[in-house]
Nanobody, 128 residues
Framework: QVQLLESGGGSVPAGGSLTLSCVSS?????????MTWFHEAPGKGREGVAA???????TYKDSVKGRFTISQDKMKNTAYLHMNLLRPEDSGTYLC?????????????????????WGQGTPVTVSS
């Protein structure tokens, strides 16, 4: 069983920045993986925001391109989501998820159906 722990959420004004962190408990022998950040707005489903695999390949939802950046520190088993130019519609809970092995194509990486292991999430509020 893999556990994920997110942190870094908070309240910021529109135009502000936050960096979220997600630490995974998977071991070095877990093999290849895809790790993704999801956004869950009140009353809505989970939408993939940004994904990264063990090779460092990344993909983003169109609405965050140019504003959000996903990165990782493989030594710390940690993925980060650097969020800039935040908008009120970015508010909600941000969850990270991971799957093994990595997806054969990152075009599938933003779909919640592809993931088994999930964190509890960290809240983000962007005020207008």
């Amino acid at each position: 069983q893999v556990q994920l722990l997110e942190s870094g959420g908070g309240s910021v004004p529109a135009g502000g920045s936050l960096t979220l962190s997600c630490v995974s408990s998977h071991g070095d022998n877990s093999g290849t993986y895809t790790m993704t950040w999801f956004h869950e707005a009140p009353g809505k489903g989970r939408e993939g925001v940004a994904a990264i695999d063990d090779e460092g390949a990344t993909t983003y939802k169109d609405s965050v391109k140019g504003r959000f950046t996903i990165s990782q520190d493989k030594m710390k088993n940690t993925a980060y989501l650097h969020m800039n130019l935040l908008r009120p519609e970015d508010s909600g809970t941000y969850l990270c998820a991971i799957r093994f092995p990595r997806l054969p194509s990152l075009s599938w990486a933003l779909s919640a159906n592809e993931y088994v292991f999930w964190g509890q999430g960290t809240p983000v509020t962007v005020s207008s």
